[in-house]
């Protein structure tokens, strides 16, 4: 993580800087917002700003968004007064925080601002093939493609790939190819130089070069246009960029991660991605399955975001129920681990009592997830099959038994061999059974008749 703070609180953010260091981060300092704005643009770039109260936020504010610069803001100083916290956060800080910090509290809105608290939780083994093959390739420069639905979490594994490269304590810089407009995303990637184009106020580094020495994510590479990716194919072979409006080409030395949750194959076929880009984007697939194709995975990853949630929310940590557990492992999860972690913050704040039940387990709109997302009909199959399941519990083998051979009699209106055929038993297996019930006085259905009789027909 980079933090750049920023004001004359140098002294007082101490313990900050301490906090962030010890975590990894690095630390830059700007005087004022002219100098920040110097930093961001420079290639040093930031993943959080702290900045002091007293210095014009929302001036701050209106020059990231002029040069589409987006960073989170946290104000602080050295007043507890209510009013300045409550104009920090007008003016667009995400959060206040008095000074001198508790150090808890500002490691805690570190991570949670910078949402630099990734975990990579697994236990099933079709994930564990995957996070052992990304341990493998970890240590190498090669390119790396991650494949999977949305929500499956490609840009954690991304993450996981990097702190375990040799580039490590390097930036990782992440960018969303899907979420910036084609007309802007060549000037995040390379850069730009003053006057270049309408609103181009200063040069300007991008995401290449912030990289440099680290690991760049191009996040959804699908969704770049065919022009664009010419370019991006030049800069990973000749490891030079050309930042918009630049007169001369720039080194980098970067490592690419790219994600997609499309068949990039069937995009080359279509026209929609080039071919000999994928290839240098290929070199190693790491492909994430389906939180569905990983059934032993929703458990762990709902113990974990329950933990999560709860420590967050300063509730208490409530086991997840049985039927809880029933709920959670039997949906089909379409948005995949991103679907999961919504659903248990609502368990977690919607539980009552001391465990997480399945009343708990809700859509967005607050019915029962196992309800909701099946027509009626299976809904209520679902549930006559649940009761069934429990009038079972309690009961000897031998009771089950004999209670499904004459049911089933009695669906085959008293045929034996058909009875047999569908208990997949002998005839004579069946006609010994029929015998010993009779003799306990049960009741048995004659051949081929819907009556009932004391004894069993030979």
């Known amino acids: 993580m980079r933090l750049l703070i920023v004001g004359t609180l140098k002294g007082q953010l101490t313990t900050a800087t301490k906090i962030a260091m010890d975590n990894g981060a690095t630390v830059t300092h700007a005087e004022d917002s002219e100098q920040a704005m110097r930093v961001v643009r420079g290639g040093k770039g930031a993943d959080l700003l702290l900045v002091d109260v007293a210095l014009d936020i929302r001036d ?128 995040e990637l390379f850069g730009h130089e003053k006057g270049s184009f309408t ?74 991605f080039r071919e000999d880009l994928l290839f240098r984007l290929n070199v190693v697939n790491l492909k994430i399955p389906a939180l569905r194709d990983r059934p032993a995975d929703i458990l762990e990853l709902a113990q974990h975001f329950a933990k999560k949630y709860a420590d967050a929310n300063g509730v208490p940590l409530r086991p997840i129920s049985a039927d809880a557990r029933r709920v959670l492992t039997t949906n089909r999860w379409q948005g995949n681990v991103r679907e999961l972690e919504n659903t248990m913050h609502r368990a977690v704040l919607m539980a009552s009592g001391d465990e997480i039940g399945a009343d708990a387990i809700l859509s967005p709109d607050g019915d029962r997830l196992d309800l909701t997302k099946t027509p009626p009909a299976v ?33 085959c209106l008293g045929n034996r061999t058909h009875a047999a055929n569908i208990l997949g038993i002998s005839i004579r297996t069946l006609r010994n059974k029929l015998n010993e019930y009779a003799d306990d006085g049960q009741p048995i259905p004659p051949p081929g008749s819907g009556e009932l009789r004391g004894v069993a027909a030979a």
């Open 60 to 187: 701050l504010v209106i020059r990231l968004e002029a040069e589409h610069i987006h960073v989170p803001i946290v104000a602080c100083g050295i007043t507890t007064d209510a009013r300045a916290a409550v104009a920090a956060i007008h003016a667009g800080a995400k959060e206040y925080i008095p000074l001198p910090p508790d150090p808890e509290l500002i490691a805690a809105v570190l991570a949670a601002v910078a949402n630099d608290s990734r975990d990579l939780i697994y236990r099933d083994d079709a994930m564990a093939k995957v996070v052992k093959l990304a341990q493998q390739i970890a240590g190498s420069d090669a390119s790396v493609m991650i494949t999977g639905e949305s929500g499956t979490g490609k840009e954690v594994l991304a993450r996981y790939v990097h702190t375990r490269s040799n580039r490590a304590r390097k930036p990782f810089i992440s960018i969303n190819c899907a979420a910036i407009p084609e007309h802007l995303l060549e000037s």
């Open 379 to 411: 809904a209520h199959a679902t549930f006559a099959a649940e009761q069934v399941t429990r009038a079972l519990v309690g009961r000897t083998v031998a009771d089950v038994e004999r209670d499904l051979i004459l049911e089933t009699l009695k669906h």
């Open 199 to 272: 609103g181009a106020i200063a040069r300007r580094i991008g995401k290449f070069e912030e990289a440099t020495g680290g690991t760049l994510l191009l996040d959804e590479v699908s969704e770049m246009d065919v022009r664009l990716q010419s370019k991006l194919l030049r800069a990973i072979q000749e490891r030079v960029i050309d930042r918009v409006g630049g007169t001369r080409p720039v080194p980098v030395d970067i490592r690419i991660i790219a994600t997609s949750n499309r068949n990039l194959a069937d995009a080359v076929k279509e026209g929609k």
